[in-house]
């Protein structure tokens, strides 16, 4: 089996910097992907790792931990429209499993 | 990145009938996903089509309740059979370009089902 624990909810202000983190438990792990969700939408892929390191693509970064079993999403210069719920996913098997996700609340 | 026409958007069945969900990709691709969400809530994934091949089902979908077709690379359906209550949700399919998560997986944009 598979489970991924992130928090429920996060509140940051604009302008700030947040990091959601994901832990994982899985068998047969091939990487870590990151989705944003806003209502009413569809998720919509932000990055993935499947090397230990960051990865940057412009305001967002991700970091995986292969040893620790651990991610995050940093998100930089936040503006109101990064509120949305946000996803870590393992890959494995030619499929993708995702945590129960993250709801992160901008104040301005 | 692939672009995926899913319908209906929306709708509101009848307890005890059926619904036929279609997903349209504007480019062949191998394996295609679908999901279930409820509001506020997770991605569950029900299957995996393939094309030419019987879907693959996760642990508490069965074929019965979640036929799938896929008769080319670029179209699924899914069927939710003799649906209650508890089947309201929103139902998405998914894609993978190249077979290769560093792409990312695209979604349709859903179709919300409400089961009265």
């Known amino acids: 089996g598979q489970s991924l624990e992130q928090p429920s909810e996060v509140t940051a202000v604009e302008g700030a910097i947040v990091q959601i983190n994901c832990t994982y438990q899985t068998s047969g792990f091939y990487g870590l992907s990151w989705y944003q969700q806003h209502d009413g939408g569809a998720p919509t892929f932000l990055s993935y790792?499947?090397?230990?390191g960051l990865e940057e693509t412009g305001r967002f970064s991700s970091f995986l931990s292969r040893s620790d079993s651990y991610g995050y999403l940093l998100l930089q210069e936040l503006q109101m429209k990064d509120s949305a719920s946000y996803f870590c996913a393992v890959s494995r098997d030619d499929k993708i499993i995702f945590g129960k996700g993250t709801r992160l609340h901008i104040l301005p | 990145s692939a672009v995926i026409s899913q319908k209906p958007s929306r709708d509101i069945c009848q307890r005890g009938t059926s619904l036929t969900i279609q997903c349209q990709v504007d480019?062949?691709?191998?394996?295609m996903f679908w999901y279930r969400q409820q509001p506020g809530q997770s991605l569950t994934l029900i299957a995996t089509a393939n094309q030419g091949s019987e879907a693959t089902y996760e642990s508490g979908f069965v074929i019965d309740k979640f036929p799938i077709s896929r008769p080319n690379l670029t179209f699924s359906t899914l069927t939710v059979s003799n649906m209650s209550p508890e089947d309201s949700s929103i139902y998405l399919c998914?894609?993978?370009?190249?077979?290769?998560?560093?792409?990312?997986?695209?979604f349709g944009s859903g179709t919300r089902l409400t089961v009265v």
């Open positions: 998914s894609v993978v370009e190249g077979g290769r998560p560093n792409y990312g997986y695209t």
């Open positions: 790792n499947a090397l230990d």
């Open positions: 480019s062949q691709v191998t394996m």
